[in-house]
């Protein structure tokens, strides 16, 4: 777990994901919630989908396909792992993706 002696990993490698047509045609904005872990060389794995949230903070059933581009995302990215006492350690954490229709 992230804190005490063990720092929070540093996304180094982030893109966004894509945006589903079906969230585009229903104009949602929101947040998917992922849970994943981040190992010991800053690779993303075992991400689990938990909610998805409007930009109101509410959470929503529907999911307008995001939970999948959000997953296929994470599971792309790269970060600088988390370390406790100077080493590399793996780590599980709440994984924030932001979709903004602009």
Same mark, same amino acid.
């Given at each position: ?11 180094? #490698?982030?893109? =966004?994901? !894509? +945006?589903? !047509?079906?969230?585009? &045609?229903?104009?949602?904005?929101? $947040?998917?919630v992922?849970?994943?872990? %981040?190992?010991?060389e800053?690779? @993303?794995? =075992?991400?689990?989908?938990? &909610? $998805? @949230? =409007? !930009? *109101? =903070? %509410?959470? &929503? &059933? ?8 959000? $997953?296929?995302?994470?599971? *792309?990215?790269?970060?600088?792992p988390? !370390?406790? #006492? ?5 780590? +599980?954490? %709440?994984? *924030?993706? *932001?979709?903004?229709?602009?």
């Amino acid at each position: 777990m992230i804190g005490g002696d063990t720092s929070k990993p540093l996304c180094i #490698f982030c893109p =966004d994901p !894509e +945006y589903s !047509e079906e969230a585009r &045609k229903a104009k949602f904005q929101g $947040i998917v919630v992922l849970w994943a872990i %981040v190992d010991e060389e800053g690779r @993303v794995r =075992d991400v689990r989908f938990q &909610k $998805i @949230v =409007d !930009e *109101n =903070d %509410v959470q &929503k &059933k529907e999911t307008f396909g995001l939970d999948e581009e959000a $997953i296929r995302a994470v599971q *792309n990215w790269r970060f600088r792992p988390s !370390e406790r #006492f100077g080493k590399p350690v793996p780590v +599980y954490m %709440v994984v *924030n993706v *932001n979709f903004r229709l602009y």
